[in-house]
């Protein structure tokens, strides 16, 4: 179970199998006879044609990590736009049919070039939506001031937008009876003129109702529910319904459509007939649970932000305190050098500026690349190596996959820290600092083993009880922090579980 769950959260090809699958099913009822064979037939076929697709979405996370932004971008063009447009345009070909025969022999089509063109074109669009779906789930989620927009529609605008293609769609499957499509394409596109006008006539009739909900949503549940109760709020349905049934029964009486295509009960009986009662009553009843877990959802979101907000506040205030601390600790050793005279102190100040220009401006992102934090630590241990003037033996083994990963900033350098205040500066004798780093899919392992000889006189300081902070907040239950000590070393490792 566990493995399914992790499959639906972190791979999208399943939704475009869902979509073939759709495909297929309706082409199956158009079928004669219907069987699991033909179903699977249908199922196979398009899942062999759209191979490129589907091979694409399952290892979109590789291809996007190996390939530049701009190369990506290219494939993902030609799979999704050119694949899919070349295969509508193959229908017009011989072979093209005739393949698609051997398939669809069962489905009924007057004309097997529009037929096919048609199927084709289904499919198509049905796929390239699963992608603008998923798409705009990135896009909604990406915290960038371009996408605000996006997050500020709110619910009223999307039940409108949602209305307004259900109208299109409504009309789409009255067209298609009307026009026999797909056998006749032709007429069909003749027609788009019309379509269009009376899908939107269509989302008048929907824009009257939506009204009915409305005065339930924001009037009847927000305030007579809540401040007086079951009986008031059932007396001021009655009454809504009652006092409005008959007004909105004669404006989609008034529409033209209505009256051309006869697809409301108006057009049979009186407005004051007791079924254009019933339509808004049986609504705004249906509605209530939808509104209820609608705003039920709305406080719990709000109490997440709150607690969201209060972590960043939190993670915030933990890295302003990394960044004195590191900064500290390395002017003091500045300081020493400077009495000293040590002819390192150039080269020490100029590495303390990249260090500092680090810090100040890539410590306060939210996510850095591994390369630039793998870079960051090796400039400050050659920092410290400069400083002590003593025999270090060093070694830093990384067995990374993939180093444009994106990783907390000054995420390791604690440890680092930790190692030279607490093991090697105060050591008399030789000194040891191995470090390893490994990044493999999801797993991120980092281990600091350093020389150790016995308790320091400085005080632990607030370093590991940050980084502790820190984890919790950025990796909760998805991190381990070991941390063992003998009288000779001190081993440090952390294992993180990204997402």
Same mark, same amino acid.
């Given at each position: 179970m566990k493995a399914i769950r992790q499959f639906l959260l972190n791979e999208t090809i399943w939704m475009f199998l869902a979509a073939i699958m759709l495909i297929s099913m309706l082409l199956l009822v158009e079928s004669v006879p219907q069987s699991w064979s033909r179903y699977l037939s249908f199922l196979s076929f398009f899942i062999l044609l759209y191979a490129p697709l589907l091979l694409f979405s399952l290892y979109r996370k590789k291809l996007k990590s190996r390939f530049h932004p701009r190369s990506f971008r290219v494939l993902w063009l030609l799979i999704f736009v050119g694949y899919t447009a070349l295969l509508v345009i193959m229908t017009q070909f011989s072979f093209m049919q005739q393949a698609m025969a051997l398939f669809t022999e069962h489905v009924a089509m007057r004309n097997i070039s529009d037929g096919t063109m048609a199927i084709m074109a289904s499919m198509s669009l049905s796929l390239f939506f699963v992608e603008a779906v998923i798409q705009s789930h990135h896009l909604f989620f990406r915290k960038n001031k371009a996408t605000d927009w996006f997050k500020k529609i709110g619910l009223e605008k999307t039940i409108l937008l949602l209305m307004l293609a259900f109208s299109f769609l409504i009309i789409s499957i009255d067209y298609?009876?009307?026009y026999d499509f797909p056998r006749n394409f032709a007429d069909f596109i003749s027609a788009s003129l019309p379509y269009i006008s009376h899908s939107l006539q269509f989302f008048l009739i929907l824009l009257i109702y939506y009204g009915f909900y409305w005065i339930n949503h924001y009037i009847l549940i927000n305030h007579v529910l809540k401040q007086k109760g079951v009986l008031y709020y059932g007396f001021g349905l009655m009454g809504t319904v009652l006092l409005l049934y008959p007004v909105a029964a004669q404006l989609i009486a008034w529409i033209p459509m209505v009256q051309q295509l006869r697809i409301h009960p108006v057009v049979q009986s009186s407005v004051f007939d007791g079924i254009h009662a019933s339509i808004p009553l049986i609504g705004m009843i249906l509605s209530i649970p939808f509104i209820l877990t609608f705003q039920w959802f709305k406080q719990r979101s709000?109490?997440?932000a709150l607690d969201k907000e209060k972590s960043e506040t939190e993670l915030s205030l933990l890295k302003q305190q990394i960044n004195p601390h590191f900064f %500290?600790?390395? =002017?003091?050793?500045l300081y020493a050098l400077s009495i000293k005279k040590d002819e390192s102190t150039p080269e020490v100040i100029l590495r303390l500026s990249e =260090?500092?220009?680090? +810090?100040?401006?890539?410590?306060?992102?939210?996510? +850095?690349? =591994?390369s630039e934090e793998i870079k960051y630590l090796q400039d400050y241990i050659h920092l410290q190596q400069i400083r002590l003037h003593k025999q270090l033996d060093f070694q %830093?083994?990384?067995? +990374?996959e993939d180093e444009r990963l994106l990783v907390p900033p000054l995420l390791f350098i604690i440890l680092v820290e930790n190692a030279f205040k607490h093991g090697i500066e105060p050591a008399e004798n030789e000194s040891f600092l191995h470090l390893y780093l490994k990044s493999q899919g999801k797993q991120m392992v980092f281990c600091c083993l350093n020389s150790y000889e016995g308790p320091s006189s400085d005080s632990p300081g607030i370093g590991l009880d940050n980084l502790r902070k820190r984890l919790n907040l950025l990796y909760p239950k998805r991190h381990q922090l070991h941390l063992e000590q003998n009288d000779f070393t001190f081993k440090a490792t952390l294992e993180i579980q990204l997402l």
């Open positions: 298609t009876e009307r709000e109490i997440a %500290f600790n390395t =002017l003091n050793n =260090l500092m220009r680090y +810090v100040i401006y890539r410590g306060k992102e939210q996510e +850095v690349k =591994l %830093f083994e990384q067995e +990374v």
